[in-house]
């Protein structure tokens, strides 16, 4: 039997103000893809766009025109293709407030010279159709919309890295594992320089999309980072201890892997759970192989609740040796930087000496922009 995830490699966060520092909670994400409902058709759809594109036509002069058209062209296509895969969103262009958030859609698509930016649009305006309901997360995709075409490059790709840092990390159990599969995402989220200065965090706090306090100083990436993915850097239980003795026990009596302990990578003196962090313990499930009908099959079953307990009652047997633990980031952090993008970010990060708070704008934008560079990304959920 095996002890992993159910989850996949990389898990999302869910909080309602990011912060270096802030607490996170997991969630579970899933990505359904079926066919549109057929209320209103694709070619009335499109007729819609042209209608409410029609408003907007008269405040550009001939020569501009023509250039509007071709981008909002664009923008419609990407728009329509996407939705097309959605069920019942085409019924989304009847709502007013919804042509209204198209008419304002079509206008930063007119604007911007960055084809980027109709992925963006599009995908914005997908968001306002699944969460719409909610008058927070409408308003803030509203505003995204509005300051699109006004983001600069660096300041949309530092965004998008300072929101990832805190809302995506690896489920895999094992470092090395679970720090490809991070370096894997930010492989293709980092696809230019990452700013340096205060230039870019301060069109973001005139947009809107963070608030900047020159108040204290944020948490160095090691502390921020730490807390993140304590079940890497936890101390764990001494081998041969009487707390290892008792680990043990309660895995054979709660019909456990033996592989739900392994050996600390970190200090081999250790051993601690398959987990890079303590609140993974809902995602695990029990890898079971049974013979059926001569058969050989593998069967994923959930911990129950007494197995789940059991694992918490390992957690509470682990060392409180701060000083272990302290090396233990060291180490981690060592294993961190033999990788360059990994490094690159935390040497990035530790030089913002600002404190940072995403607004709902600022998590909206960097989501989706993250989406679009990775579509294989957790789909956006915000609770408020």
């Known amino acids: 039997m095996l002890l992993k995830s159910k989850l996949g490699k990389i898990i999302m966060v869910n909080k309602q103000v990011q912060k270096a520092g802030d607490n996170s909670q997991q969630i ?74 198209l008419m304002e859609a079509q206008k930063r698509a007119a604007a911007t010279e960055r084809p980027a930016d109709y992925d963006l649009l599009s995908e914005l305006l997908i968001q306002r159709f699944q969460k719409g309901n909610n008058r927070i997360i409408r308003t803030g995709i509203s505003h995204a919309v509005k300051i699109i075409d006004e983001v600069s490059d660096d300041a949309l790709l530092g965004l998008t890295i300072f929101y990832s840092m805190g809302s995506f990390f690896p489920m895999n159990g094992e470092i090395i594992l679970g720090l490809n599969d991070i ?28 608030r900047v306090s020159n108040f204290g100083r944020p948490k160095k990436f090691e502390q921020y980072y730490s807390e993140i993915i304590d079940g890497y850097i936890s101390t764990g239980i001494r081998k041969n201890s009487d707390n290892f003795l008792q680990a043990n026990r309660l895995i054979e009596l709660n019909h456990l892997p033996q592989s739900t302990l ?22 695990i499930i029990v890898e079971k192989n049974q013979i059926i009908n001569g058969m050989l099959i593998n069967e994923n079953v959930p911990l129950s609740d007494i197995q789940k307990k059991c694992i918490t009652e390992i957690l509470d047997l682990y060392d409180n040796d701060t000083e272990i633990k302290q090396q233990n980031i060291i180490k981690f952090i060592q294993e961190w930087n033999k990788i360059p993008n990994l490094k690159a970010i935390r040497e990035w ?36």
Not at 186 to 210: M, V
Not at 262 to 283: A, G, Q, T, Y
């Open 28 to 101: 579970q994400t899933e990505h359904t893809t079926v066919n549109n409902y057929i209320g209103i058709e694709e070619k009335r759809v499109r007729e819609i766009c042209d209608e409410v594109f029609f408003k907007l036509k008269e405040y550009y002069t001939k020569e501009a025109l023509e250039i509007a058209n071709e981008r909002v062209a664009d923008f419609e296509n990407r728009l329509i293709t996407k939705l097309k895969t959605i069920d019942g969103s085409f019924q989304s262009f009847t709502d007013p407030s919804f042509q209204l958030l």
């Open 183 to 210: 370096n894997e995402v930010f492989d293709k989220l980092i696809y230019g320089t990452l700013p340096k200065g205060t230039g870019w965090l301060d069109q973001l706090d005139i947009l809107g999309a963070i």
């Open 262 to 283: 392994i050996e600390h990578e970190l200090n081999p003196d250790f051993v601690r759970l398959k987990l890079c962090s303590s609140k993974h313990i809902d995602s």
């Open 349 to 384: 990060w530790n030089n913002i000496h600002l404190n940072i708070q995403l607004t709902s704008v600022g998590r909206i934008l960097a989501q989706v922009n993250a989406q679009r560079c990775d579509n294989t990304l957790p789909t956006i959920i915000f609770e408020y």
